[in-house]
Every structure is written in structure tokens, then in C-alpha cells.
């Protein structure tokens, strides 16, 4: 149901999903937030990137978010065991290296016989030993992280499909479709994705940073505190670089908005491109914005490709002072073995790097927590009304009589639009509703189908209140056929019998027929079985719209809405529509929305309706006599076509 003109653009409730970055001032084409990717992987800058975007409610949040992995406790206990256990060998490992050096180099300046080596292959066979278990607990660490990550992302985006379901039609009315899709896409997976990668590896990185000092501290503690003395110029050094690079990549995340926008705009509206001969314009824009974004994407990956040297330099200068150190303190009183050294170095740059996955996986996590804030916010949204289904409503008893009593109605509070409607529809005739944009038309068909509730009066269908009917009990009684088609992906016979899937195909072809639109399907070279493209852009509109009343035939509905059926097609397509839908509309209840009012002529009954008010009704003839705001329309309408 499109959504009617008469009401206000409301603001999203979650202004924080939008593109905040500064674009430029000449056109907005950001379609949403585009996360560019750092060289040092993760999003933004790399190691003590751009932060993360922040929750609202973080603490809330956090605790929702555990609460919802409960039942996914024992996994997520399972891949961290194992995953802890690969670190702890990996913390382990260096010790029998070390061993093995230093037993050569005993050896060779005999401090220690030949026979001290008989050791060597011992060891060597634990190396491998603990390295094929550390491969086999990596493994098993990561089939469950990901099997975990499946089945969370899965279950996510089935609580929010359903959750969908139950939404009243104003949510999306009052949401960006941009903003809901992308809970589903890039929150729900940033959720799942977070588990395995973030969780994991700040649990791994802290024991890896413990272990590592310790270890350090065992094989020397004098190197230790000259390795720690360099910690904090990793930092320095990185945040200093970091503070510089967040803003370019900001513009950097702007600017590929843009260009994808732009991309997109002209795409979609090449032919108006090329009628309007703006070929060159067109160009020349894309260069400037392709331009924008080369400059500032290269500014950005260069400041923050100046992470890793800075931290290659750092490394290489804490390593030359290392060995230096050790080498003097190899000639102490209690010498350093070649294979002290040797393994100190192996843990030194086993304990830096840890440090900045852990400040870098920070970030990530406000992230996942925002996400899961959103997720979480979809999830909590008012829903319909629950439904209560009563005895007085009989599907095989339906006529399809509607009346309306003192009927309010307004989308935003304060605004009346439908102010003490009333109306009676006898079951089988055809009522035609008429006035100018924004008088209500649209809006009176969606409170009929319960899309909207009241904000007072009753709507009766067959003298039953439709509050006390199940919605889609309700809404499986009426059929539609819009001004704005809606085709899906698929064949032809999918897209007529969406409403009766068990149809057969001569239950198809038959109201193909009846519709008048068989004969332009036998001319395809696949017949029913023709696969409709996105937007079903390889047919005609006309023949959109006729496939759409062919579906509407083969439902077989008791009530009928035409929603401006025939406004956008020529004159020979509206000939046929028209054919069909007064074939369709024989014996059922018919409300007809047109702006064409030599379409309506017969119509039982006319309503004229003015600001959310039926001003006038009657029969065309009757209407015309009036001389009122009918007529008014009617001969505005025959004068311009005179014309």
C-alpha cells in the first residue's frame, strides 16, 4: 500500500544510523554509512583505530546481549577452552626451543658431553607433538566459532523476520527501509562475526600478554624491563598517527558514500541523461567526486600505513638493545645461553603485538555492541494489536457489507485528516472515491484492511466490529491492484497465483484471460514460465498492471480495492484494465480510487471526499446536477482534455 500523501515525513527514531560525515556541500549522494577497510585489518585506521560507534546504552545492552547467548553458553565455554589451550602451548613452545639451543651450545664449548644431545630429539618430537595439538585445538576452536556464528546470525535475522510480521504499517512508515535492511545485514553479522573474532581473541590476547611477561620475567628479567621500556612509545606513537588519520578516513567514508550514490543516481536515470543531452555534466561530476575520493583515500591508507614501519622500527630498535644486552650479559657471572636470547626475542614480539590486537578489537566491540542495540531496538518495537478472533465472523457467510461510523483518524496526534466519517456500503456495489490529493482516499482503504487502527469509531464489516476479526482473516476477504505494481522475482504463473499458490495452471491461464493479458504471455518464448527480472523491468507497465489484476482475479476476494489502476497507461492498455476489472468487480463490494473520473461513471455510488470529509455522494448524473466540487473535477478534467 503506498503510503498517502497527507502525511507529514516523519523523522527517523534512530538518527545515529544515518551518515553522519561531513559530505560535501554540493550533493548528498551517501546511501549509507560505508565502513573503509585499514591496512591493518578491522575497520578505520588499524591498530588504535577510529572508534567505534558507540551504544547508548552500553550496560543495558551488554547484559541483554549475554542473556541472549545463554543458550549458547556451553559452545561459546568449548571454543574458548580450546583456544586457550592453543595459547598456552604457544606460550609453552619457545621453553623446549630453548632447551634444544642450549643444549647444543653446552655441547659445543663442552660444558656438557656428547651424550647431552641423546635429549635433543626428545624434545624436538614434543615441538612437534604440541604443534600438531595446538593445529588441532585452532581447528576445532574455529569450527565452533563459526558453527556458533551461523547459527546466532541465523536465529537473529529469524526473530527479526518474524518480529516484522507483527509491526504495525506505520513502522515502516516512520523508518528508512535503508536503516531496517541494514539491521538485518550489517548488525546481525558485525553480532555473529564479533563472537568468534573479538571474544576469542581479546580472551587469547590477555592470557597471551600474561603468559609472555611471565615467561619473559623466567628467562631474564633484565631484558624484560628493557622491552617494557618501549611499550608505551608503541602507543604514543600510534595514537599520535591514529589522531591524525581518523578525520581522513572520516572524509575518506564521505566521499565513497558519495560516489556510490552518485553512481546509482546516474544509473538508474541514464535515459533522462542522455534525452537532456548531459553526458559531459555527468562526467565531469564523477571526476570531481572520484577525484575527492582518490585524494582522500590516499591520505588516509598513507597516515595509516605509517602504523606498521613505526611499529617495525620500534621492534627493530627494542631487538637490536636486546641483543646487545644479552650479548653483554652473556659474559656475566650468569651468562645468558644463546638460547635464552634467542627465545626472549620469540616472546618479546609474541607480547607487543597482542597489546594492539586487543586496543584495536576495543573498538570493534562498541561496534557490536551498537549493533545489538539496533537489533535489540527492532525487536522492542510496538507491534499490532493482538487480534481476537469471535464466533459472530463466518468466512462462508460474508456478503461484504462495510460501514463506518464517526470514524477518527489521524497519523501524526494534534493533526485530524479523517474527522467523524460516516458510511454504508451494501454488499456487491461498486463505490467510487474521488477528490484531490491528500483528502484522505488512500488512507480510508488502509483503516478498511486494519493497516492503520482508529483513533475512535468502528468499522463493521458484515455488522462485526474488524477489531474482533483476526487480521488476516480480515485481509484474506479483500484484493488489491495498485497504482504501484508489485512484481517479484520469478515466473509469471508464481507471480499470478501468489495469492492461491495451489492453483493450477489452467486456473492461471483462465484469469490471464480474463484479465487480457494470455495472449501478449503465449508470445514469450518461455509462456508462464517467463522469469520476471528485478522490478520486472523486461514487461511493459501496462502489462504489469494486468498481470497484477490477473492475480487479483485467481485470489477471487469479496472485497475489492483499485487503487488508481489505470493512471499510469495509455489509453488502449486502460481499455483493456478497465474490461477486466469491471468483470473482476461483478457481485463483490468495490471501492475505486481514480483520478480519472471518466472511469467511474457507473459506479453505484460516488464519494467525493475533501480534507478527511465526504462532501458529497451520490450517482455521476446526480453529482453533475449538483453543480458542486464534482463537478467542478469532472469538467476541469473534460476542459484539459479538450484542450
Known amino acids: 500500500m503506498k503510503t498517502p500523501q497527507t502525511k507529514p515525513s516523519l523523522p527517523d527514531r534512530n538518527p545515529e544510523l544515518q551518515n553522519s560525515a561531513s559530505l560535501p556541500p554540493k550533493k548528498n549522494y551517501a546511501r549509507g554509512v560505508v565502513r573503509p577497510q585499514g591496512p591493518m585489518g578491522g575497520h578505520g585506521p588499524g591498530m588504535f583505530g577510529m572508534p567505534g560507534e558507540k551504544a547508548k546504552n552500553a550496560k543495558s545492552t551488554v547484559r541483554r546481549l549475554i542473556r541472549y547467548l545463554r543458550p549458547y553458553l556451553p559452545g561459546i565455554i568449548l571454543m574458548t577452552l580450546f583456544s586457550v589451550l592453543a595459547t598456552l602451548i604457544i606460550i609453552v613452545s619457545p621453553m623446549l626451543s630453548k632447551e634444544i639451543l642450549n643444549t647444543f651450545q653446552f655441547v659445543v664449548t663442552g660444558a656438557k658431553p656428547l651424550e647431552a644431545l641423546d635429549v635433543v630429539p626428545m624434545l624436538f618430537v614434543w615441538l612437534i607433538i604440541l604443534y600438531a595439538i595446538r593445529f588441532l585445538f585452532d581447528l576445532i576452536s574455529g569450527l565452533i566459532g563459526n558453527r556458533l556464528s551461523a547459527d546466532i546470525g541465523r536465529n537473529l535475522r529469524t526473530s527479526l523476520r518474524d518480529k516484522l510480521e507483527r509491526l504495525p504499517i506505520h513502522y515502516f512508515d516512520e523508518h528508512k527501509t535503508g536503516n531496517t535492511l541494514s539491521v538485518f545485514s550489517n548488525d546481525v553479522e558485525t553480532i555473529a562475526d564479533s563472537l568468534q573474532q573479538s571474544l576469542v581473541s581479546i580472551l587469547s590476547g590477555l592470557l597471551m600478554v600474561v603468559g609472555t611477561l611471565v615467561m619473559m620475567f623466567i628467562v631474564s628479567w633484565e631484558l624484560t624491563i628493557i622491552a617494557l621500556v618501549f611499550l608505551p612509545l608503541y602507543v604514543v606513537a600510534t595514537m599520535m598517527v591514529t589522531k591524525r588519520s581518523q578525520g581522513k578516513f572520516k572524509t575518506q567514508q564521505a566521499e565513497l558514500g558519495n560516489l556510490n550514490g552518485f553512481i546509482e543516481e546516474m544509473f538508474t536515470g541514464q535515459k533522462v541523461v542522455q534525452l537532456f543531452g548531459k553526458e559531459q555534466d555527468s562526467t565531469a561530476e564523477f571526476d570531481e567526486i572520484n577525484e575527492n575520493l582518490t585524494q582522500s583515500s590516499a591520505s588516509a591508507q598513507f597516515l595509516s600505513g605509517l602504523i606498521r614501519p613505526i611499529m617495525d622500527f620500534l621492534s627493530n630498535l627494542s631487538y637490536v638493545i636486546v641483543v646487545v644486552v644479552g650479548a653483554l650479559l652473556a659474559g656475566g657471572a650468569q651468562p645468558l645461553l644463546i638460547g635464552d636470547i634467542s627465545t626472549f626475542i620469540n616472546y618479546q614480539k609474541r607480547f607487543v603485538n597482542p597489546i594492539l590486537t586487543i586496543a584495536n578489537l576495543a573498538n570493534t566491540l562498541q561496534s557490536t555492541i551498537a549493533g545489538a542495540e539496533r537489533v535489540f531496538e527492532l525487536l522492542d518495537a510496538p507491534e499490532e494489536s493482538p487480534d481476537q478472533a469471535v464466533d459472530a465472523f463466518s468466512e462462508d457467510r460474508f456478503q461484504g457489507t462495510v460501514e463506518l461510523r464517526h470514524v477518527d483518524f489521524s497519523y501524526v496526534k494534534d493533526q485530524d485528516l479523517i474527522k467523524d466519517l460516516n458510511l454504508k456500503v451494501e454488499a456487491g456495489h461498486q463505490i467510487a472515491i474521488v477528490g484531490p490529493t491528500g483528502a484522505g482516499k488512500t488512507t480510508l482503504v488502509n483503516l478498511l484492511m486494519r493497516f492503520y487502527d482508529l483513533d475512535s ?133 468495490s471501492f475505486v480510487i481514480a483520478h480519472r473520473l471518466s472511469t467511474i461513471k457507473k459506479a453505484s455510488l460516488i464519494l467525493v471526499m475533501q480534507n478527511g470529509r465526504i462532501v458529497e455522494q451520490g450517482n455521476h448524473a446526480e453529482l453533475l446536477a449538483k453543480n458542486g466540487a464534482y463537478a467542478e473535477l469532472y469538467n476541469s478534467q473534460f476542459v484539459n482534455a479538450m484542450v
Request: aromatic share 6%; net charge negative; with cysteine.
Open 457 to 589: 469509531g468502528t468499522i463493521l464489516i458484515d455488522g462485526v466490529d474488524s477489531v474482533d476479526v483476526p487480521r488476516t482473516t480480515l485481509r484474506s476477504q479483500f484484493g488489491m491492484v495498485l497504482q504501484d505494481t508489485w512484481l517479484f522475482s520469478g515466473s509469471i504463473r508464481d507471480n499470478v497465483a501468489y495469492g492461491k499458490p495451489d492453483a493450477t495452471p489452467e486456473e492461471v491461464r483462465e484469469a490471464c484471460r480474463q484479465a487480457h493479458v494470455d495472449h501478449f504471455i503465449e508470445t514469450l518464448p518461455e509462456g508462464y514460465d517467463t522469469l520476471l527480472n528485478e522490478d520486472a523491468a523486461n514487461i511493459s507497465q501496462g502489462q504489469k498492471q494486468l498481470l497484477t489484476i490477473a492475480r487479483a482475479i485467481l485470489f477471487n476476494p469479496k472485497i475489492l480495492i483499485l487503487d488508481e489502476a489505470t493512471s499510469s497507461v495509455d489509453t488502449r492498455t486502460e481499455a483493456y484494465i478497465q474490461n477486466a476489472m469491471t468483470f473482476m468487480m461483478k457481485g463483490k463490494t
